[in-house]
Each structure stands twice: as C-alpha cells, then as structure tokens.
C-alpha cells in the first residue's frame, strides 16, 4: 500500500481536529471599556473631580444571573484620587450585561464600590475614605474597539492555505 494512502485518513483528521479548534477560538474575545467616574459629593473635598479607569474581560466567561450575566474581569486599572488601583485591590470585580447591553460593574475594595444599572437607576461609584470623606459619583464607560483580525480568521485562512497546498501535491 504506498504511503499516502495511509496518511490519507491521519490528514483528515488533522485537518477536522484543526477546523473545530479554530472554531473554538472564534468563540472568545477579549472585550475593553474605558471608563470614566464624577464624584457628586458637596461635602467631600473630591467633589467635582473625574477619575478614569480601563477593564477587560473575555467575552465567552459568561456566567448567567437571573437576567443579567457576569464576566469576570482578568484586567482593572483604576487611577483614584492619586493611588493607582489594579485587579489585586478589588474583593470582586465583574462586568454586569443586561439584556445584552453593558450596565456596568458589580466590583469594590475596601475604599471604593462600583454598581451597575439596575431597577431603572444609572450605575454609579460610591467611596468611603473614612472620617467623613465619603460620597458617590456618576459612572461612565465606553467599548475599546480594536482593529485587530479574529484569530480564527487567521487560522481559516492558513488551513485553507495548506489544504490547497495539499491538494497541489495530489
């Protein structure tokens, strides 16, 4: 029996084995927002100010919650009146979608709370510094969209690439 008559069953599998991981891939995708809280607090000496802030998270962590779905965040950076905060500070930290739209963070420290939209009220931040420094503040986010080609685009085109490489040998 010659010897690509033998491989011939291994190269479809490859192949196949090769497809269904590239499927996979197309499934996950980082998501970023960069956001952005005012503090609305008359008796706080922050009172005024805007502090920014980035997340990240993986769009296929999903995890259902009566009508909203959390994904947990695997990248917060968060700079707050002069301290940098990053995922380490946070207690918890997800990415509240609800009806498929962004409502915002369900995350906190020992300092700070972040809550999303919910029951008809915007998501806000709320701080407690101690010794009567405390307040609240609106909550702002916008989606970092990048320009980068899916993985799995990459990975189609290369397999359709060797499978007519392939074929040419035939």
């Not at 008359?42 to 919650?65: K, W």
């Not at 972040?114 to 709320?126: N, R, S, V």
């Amino acid at each position: 029996i010659p010897m690509h008559q033998i491989l011939r069953p291994f190269r479809t599998a490859l192949l196949g084995a090769s497809l269904a991981l590239g499927s996979l891939a197309a499934l996950a995708a980082p998501v970023s927002f960069n956001f952005q809280v005012v503090v609305e607090a008359a008796g706080s000496p922050l009172n005024g100010q805007a502090f920014t802030g980035s997340l990240r998270f993986d769009d296929a962590t999903g995890v259902p919650s009566g009508s909203d779905t959390l994904f947990a965040l695997d990248q917060f950076s968060f700079s707050f009146d002069g301290l940098d905060y990053s995922l380490s500070d946070l207690d918890y930290a997800d990415a509240v979608f609800s009806g498929g739209s962004f409502a915002g963070l369900d995350a906190g420290s020992s300092v700070f709370s972040f809550l999303p939209a919910m029951f008809g009220d915007e998501a806000f931040f709320a701080f407690d510094f101690g010794q009567g420094n405390a307040g609240n503040g609106s909550f702002s986010a916008t989606e970092v969209v990048s320009q980068v080609p899916e993985p799995s685009s990459a990975a189609l085109l290369g397999l359709g690439l060797l499978g007519l490489g392939l074929r040419r040998k035939r």
